[in-house]
């Protein structure tokens, strides 16, 4: 059954330095996203990509943060300079329409 | 206001027993799909259910959607142990364009005890 991969499983970074997370959506989906959800708290949503372009982003997508569809199959989201607050587990998921499918999470660390 | 919120916060049950979660969203939905989490892992897709609908079955789960007060509920029948987990729901609001952005409520913890 296809599924969306992400990598790796956990990052530790310093504080103040660049990580990228990296996505693999399933092949036929059309919709991608990032969400974090920081330990114990609720599942937030980042932002969502749709035909090679941002269509949605919330207040936490802030300067700091980027993604990118580099070429026909990854989905990343980079993050310039790590602050401790961005510890958390972020999940990539794609769509075709409506019924998302979320990777496994990578867990971030800052320290 | 928050929307998609789950009660109870946690449930705890009995191998074989029955568990029902409780989802309240604020706004109007177009859909709301419930997600399952195991500790520390990804999040598992259990079933959408559209506005236009009203109950709907997947195996041993079975979600009913009331438009009207605004609220869902997640029955899992026969529970085993391997069902222990969290269970979220999300609302999706459709945005300009085309765009599905989920908002999920804090979850339902489920532990059911062998």
């Known amino acids: 059954e296809p599924e969306v991969t992400q990598t790796p499983s956990h990052q530790v970074t310093q504080m103040g330095q660049e990580v990228i997370l990296r996505c693999v959506p399933i092949?036929?989906?059309?919709?991608f996203y990032w969400y974090r959800q920081i330990l114990g708290q609720k599942v937030e949503f980042l932002v969502s990509f749709y035909n090679n372009e941002i269509s949605e982003k919330s207040e936490i997508f802030d300067d700091q943060f980027s993604v990118e569809r580099p070429d026909g199959s990854n989905f990343t989201l980079k993050i310039r300079s790590t602050k401790l607050e961005d510890s958390a587990m972020y999940f990539c998921?794609?769509?075709?329409?409506?019924?998302?499918?979320f990777g496994q999470g990578t867990r971030l660390t800052v320290v | 206001s928050q929307q998609g919120e789950e009660d109870p916060q946690a449930l705890s049950i009995q191998e074989g027993e029955n568990a029902t979660m409780n989802c309240s969203y604020k706004?109007?939905?177009?859909?709301l799909q419930w997600y399952r989490q195991n500790s520390g892992r990804g999040l598992v897709h259990l079933i959408l259910?559209?506005?236009?609908?009203r109950e709907k079955h997947s195996g041993r789960l079975r979600v009913t959607l009331d438009t009207s007060k605004k609220s869902s509920s997640l029955l899992i029948t026969a529970s085993r142990a391997a069902d222990t987990a969290s269970y979220f729901c999300a609302t999706d609001a459709f945005g300009g364009g085309s765009n599905y952005k989920l908002t999920f409520g804090k979850g339902t913890l489920l532990t059911v005890n062998p």
């Open positions: 092949s036929n989906h059309l919709y």
């Open positions: 998921a794609s769509s075709k329409r409506t019924e998302a499918f």
């Open positions: 706004t109007s939905i177009n859909n």
């Open positions: 259910i559209r506005s236009n609908e």
